[in-house]
DNA sequence: CGACGTGGGACGTGGGACGTCCCGCGGCCT
DNA sequence: AGGCCGCGGGACGTCCCACGTCCCACGTCG
């Protein structure tokens, strides 16, 4: 079964406590300790490559990967675009998703961030307002913005999760030709809002400011679903 | 590039409007359209199996999958087993993911519940103490408790990932020979508490039931992993 | 009319050959 | 002596062919 020799490599690594990045045997040496074939061993290779467990790289060997949570992307994106139902509902389902959790993580962030990363958060909003006050759209400013803000949970899963949810989206928006591209003014001013009542250690507020921030992007989303039918 | 292989696949599944469950062209059509060799369709066809995208049946032909969140769990799971940091770190990140969307949703659901959802749920609770009575431990009630509670939501993506979390949770547990049980009244005792709360539409209570069970799952977690070492 | 057997289609596995890419060693030029 | 270039070996990428296994459907026989 290609599924079982799937197993056996990622059992090879659990039992040998390769990290990320260390070398894996070869595809002969695979072949032979696991007694089958090239071809069956590349397919499972292949397999585990699409699942990010493994980094393969030409001419020169297959190696652990990171594990991330580009195969979330992959499935998610092709689902939603593959959806029989219209992908304006499935994209409402994944934004909502990180809407509940951005305004559950907001309430932690409250309770625990130091001045330091209020310092971070600063920096980064003022060289938002900078980009809004030259026209300039920044969704670069927008991702590290988010991922600030989450550092302080330390919680590594968590960052993954929202970026991942981030990507599909805007993945599909290109895709679909959206062009969803509010006023950058608006944005710096809600990452503003979210900042102050951060800085108050205002609960209610930070969460108050972070469903703005979505309620924001539902609308806009809403629009550009409008203007392609 | 086999990378690209899937892609023209996934494209064509696409660009066909094919549904899941619906039959894709077999091996050797696909590399007549696509004018690779075999053994390129099939690593291109085990990656996407692997991710959920395609569904192969032995004999019979290659299918559109459901795109289901499986790698996530395949991913997940393996990422916990094998992180360089203890295992009971990253199980706690996972845990507190699910901690954060269950609180959050809960308060949406408490708005938008109606009597027939609530009869649902006192049903299941009604059987969980029933099987605490017996002594036996329900984590299938368990399970269909949390997915009956967000089904009024209309998001289908929310059950499978909270799904997602909770199976990456139990087979690590197992694989690491945890005995999580906790006492079976408690745990009907808790739910019951959460439906009591969504009865009254008291949305303050909810979240605090729902927070109180996580608490729960984090002690025994802890106890686990302490007996263990 | 129904049960059984056989054939064809489709995926599973194995083996071999050749191309492509990358790294490192050794010779050669400066 | 130091640096540049060419070459060889190792490893993955692609391809071809053959045979095995599984499933379904058709046709035959009782």
Redesign the pocket.
């Known amino acids: 079964?290609?599924t079982q020799i799937r197993r056996d490599v990622m059992q090879l690594i659990l039992d040998r406590r390769l990290p990320p990045g260390a070398p894996?045997p070869?595809?002969?040496e695979l072949?032979e300790s696991l007694?089958?074939?090239?071809?069956?061993v590349?397919?499972a290779?292949k397999a585990l490559q699409a699942l990010d467990i493994v980094e393969?790289?030409?001419?020169?060997?297959?190696y652990v990967g990171q594990a991330s949570l580009t195969p979330l992307v992959d499935g998610l994106t092709f689902r939603t675009l593959a959806g029989v139902a219209d992908d304006h509902a499935a994209l409402t389902e994944i934004l909502q998703i990180r809407e509940v959790l951005e305004e559950g993580l907001i309430r932690r962030v409250a309770d625990g961030i130091g001045d330091d990363g209020l310092a971070r958060l600063e920096s980064i909003v003022g060289r938002m307002e900078g980009a809004a006050r030259a026209g300039e759209a920044f969704p670069d400013l927008d991702r590290t913005f988010h991922e600030t803000l989450y550092d302080t949970l330390g919680n590594a899963l968590v960052p993954q999760l929202l970026a991942a949810f981030w990507n599909v989206y805007h993945r599909v928006a290109k895709v679909r030709g959206w062009t969803s591209d509010p006023a950058p003014a608006v944005t710096a001013c809600r990452h503003r809002d979210i900042l102050t009542a951060l800085r108050a250690r205002d609960v209610a507020g930070a969460e108050r400011a972070m469903a703005d921030h979505f309620r924001g992007i539902e609308a806009r989303s809403g629009q550009a679903t409008l203007g392609v039918r």
Not at 56 to 62: E, M, N
């Open positions: 079964m290609g894996l070869t595809e002969a072949m007694g089958v074939s090239r071809n069956s590349r397919e290779l393969i790289r030409h001419g020169y060997g297959t």
